[in-house]
């Protein structure tokens, strides 16, 4: 069975950080385009940042840009979102997801989705 689970994610004041974490099982992460999303009350989910299947090259979002950092380990199967500089405008359930083509963030290219996580930037 096919999983993503996501953690990591928790209250911390605007200039703190986070890191998210991303756990599949049921497949082997190495082969996938993993991308992280977030979603907001009242607005649509919005692409972050996604990381290559093979030469691990990273995209982000202009608006985490400098910010976050994603990362992968295929020996624990795991990708990492590290945020830093949070801002309150960051707050949102965080989401990641995972492909075996293309790239970009196009959430409509993703076939797996975990369940989110919680991130709230707040004083």
């Known amino acids: 069975q096919v999983q993503l689970v996501e953690s990591g994610g928790g209250l911390v004041q605007p200039g703190g950080s986070l890191r998210l974490s991303c756990a599949a099982s049921?497949?082997?992460?190495?082969?996938?385009?993993i991308g992280w999303f977030r979603q907001a009350p009242g607005k649509e989910r919005e692409g972050v940042s996604c990381?290559?299947?093979?030469?691990?090259?990273?995209y982000y979002a202009d608006s985490v840009k400098g910010r976050f950092t994603i990362s992968r380990d295929n020996a624990k199967n795991t990708v990492y979102l590290q945020m830093n500089s949070l801002k309150p405008e960051d707050t949102a359930v965080y989401y990641c997801?995972?492909?075996?083509?293309?790239?970009?963030?196009?959430?409509?290219?993703?076939?797996?989705w975990g369940q989110g996580t919680q991130v709230t930037v707040s004083s």
């Open positions: 997801a995972a492909t075996p083509t293309g790239w970009g963030l196009d959430k409509y290219e993703y076939d797996y």
């Open positions: 990381i290559s299947s093979s030469d691990g090259s990273t």
């Open positions: 049921g497949f082997t992460l190495d082969y996938y385009r």
